[in-house]
């Protein structure tokens, strides 16, 4: 297996790369990196780890023939170097996927990342992948078995991405005394229900001391942005929470993350797809750096939320979370088993690349 490619033509997912080229990289293979022109202008930390670099540039990404073009060179570049292994890091969806999957099937071992189980059985451009990619990855245990295959030939192995390059230490120190609760990721009121934590946080008495990290862009211009800075404004709420205005870089991004007390999933509800299909990249990021989650009612049959998790259903039951917190009632759930080791995930990762 030693001259592997892995493929990300996505601007996203990127979170899934680290992880993996050290995997293969430590245990002696050596990895081309073929990433989207917008992942290499933040891969800065681990882009030396891989022997070559491939680029699908922006230019090449928005016209039909320029992107059958750049898989079809991409094929012929593969073949030359004797590449023995590919990993999709996005194994869905794209023409790319698609048709370089089918013009590589019988020359390389295929291998690709399932973001989305639900594509699996419903999907036809995913059906149509699973015809040349038979073995793929899922991002944690339950998704082993949380759904039943209609395609028997697939096989489904697990891995967390849960390992991070060093980053500079830049955002300020903690006061004491304060708990920095963080929602990773900008204003996404179509992920996340940021109402509901100002709901809990009117209903907890004493706060001063919780402060609530929103880590992405507020994105002012956004009119239902607007809306909720509005909000926190006229109920006094402010001083709890900490935002910012602009994208942060990753270095400021993991290091708020690493000086946090916990990570908050803000949901009022949870549907099918987190409780069946997918989990949310915080998880990875709670898993990495050993924090507890805050989490609504619905992920509890998740082994690993449930051992590292304070649950909450509503607004009353936020608010009773953030009070045991302020009154350190609330016991953390420590990291005791070896899955969270480096050497337990490569191995996991590595055993399934090397299976026939």
């Known amino acids: 297996?030693?001259?592997?490619?892995?493929?990300?033509?996505?601007?996203?997912?990127?979170?899934?790369?680290?992880?993996?080229?050290?995997?293969?990289?430590?245990?002696?293979?050596?990895?081309?990196?073929?990433?989207?022109?917008?992942?290499?202008?933040?891969?800065?930390?681990?882009?030396?780890?891989?022997?070559?670099?491939?680029?699908?540039?922006?230019?090449?990404?928005?016209?039909?023939?320029?992107?059958?073009?750049?898989?079809?060179?991409?094929?012929?570049?593969?073949?030359?170097?004797?590449?023995?292994?590919?990993?999709?890091?996005?194994?869905?969806?794209?023409?790319?996927?698609?048709?370089?999957?089918?013009?590589?099937?019988?020359?390389?071992?295929?291998?690709?990342?399932?973001?989305?189980?639900?594509?699996?059985?419903?999907?036809?451009?995913?059906?149509?992948?699973?015809?040349?990619?038979?073995?793929?990855?899922?991002?944690?245990?339950?998704?082993?078995?949380?759904?039943?295959?209609?395609?028997?030939?697939?096989?489904?192995?697990?891995?967390?991405?849960?390992?991070?390059?060093?980053?500079?230490?830049?955002?300020?120190?903690?006061?004491?005394?304060?708990?920095?609760?963080?929602?990773?990721g900008k204003l996404d009121f179509g992920r996340r229900d940021y109402f509901l934590v100002v709901e809990a946080l009117r209903k907890t008495l004493t706060k001063s001391n919780l402060k609530i990290l929103i880590l992405g862009s507020t994105n002012a211009n956004d009119p239902k942005s607007q809306e909720f800075l509005d909000h926190i404004k006229i109920l006094g709420l402010q001083d709890n929470f900490i935002t910012f205005d602009a994208f942060l870089d990753n270095d400021t991004f993991h290091d708020y993350i690493q000086k946090s007390d916990y990570i908050l999933i803000p949901l009022d509800s949870v549907g099918d797809n987190y409780a069946k299909y997918k989990i949310m990249g915080c998880y990875n990021q709670a898993f990495g750096y050993r924090k507890n989650l805050i989490s609504p009612t619905g992920l509890e049959h998740i082994p690993d939320m449930e051992s590292h998790s304070l649950f909450y259903t509503g607004a009353d039951g936020l608010s009773e979370v953030f009070e045991s917190i302020r009154t350190g009632k609330s016991d953390k759930k420590e990291y005791v088993s070896k899955k969270w080791d480096f050497l337990e995930q490569k191995n996991r990762y590595i055993t399934f690349l090397e299976s026939n």
């Not at 390389?108 to 990619?133: C, D, P, R, V």
Request: glycine letters at 4%.
């Open 1 to 184: 297996m030693g001259k592997v490619a892995l493929v990300e033509f996505n601007s996203y997912h990127d979170e899934c790369l680290y992880s993996q080229i050290r995997f293969l990289t430590d245990s002696g293979h050596s990895v081309t990196l073929i990433i989207s022109e917008q992942i290499h202008e933040r891969a800065s930390e681990y882009i030396h780890l891989a022997e070559e670099v491939v680029i699908f540039q922006r230019s090449s990404q928005k016209n039909l023939f320029k992107r059958i073009a750049f898989v079809f060179g991409l094929s012929r570049f593969l073949g030359k170097k004797k590449v023995e292994t590919l990993i999709f890091n996005t194994a869905s969806s794209r023409l790319e996927v698609i048709l370089l999957s089918h013009l590589l099937k019988r020359k390389t071992k295929l291998f690709g990342i399932l973001h989305n189980l639900k594509k699996a059985n419903h999907s036809f451009s995913q059906k149509l992948i699973n015809k040349a990619i038979k073995k793929f990855f899922v991002l944690n245990d339950f998704l082993l078995d949380s759904v039943k295959l209609e395609d028997s030939s697939l096989q489904l192995e697990a891995f967390y991405p849960i390992f991070f390059p060093e980053y500079d230490s830049t955002a300020p120190s903690k006061p004491e005394g304060e708990v920095w609760i963080s929602i990773p």
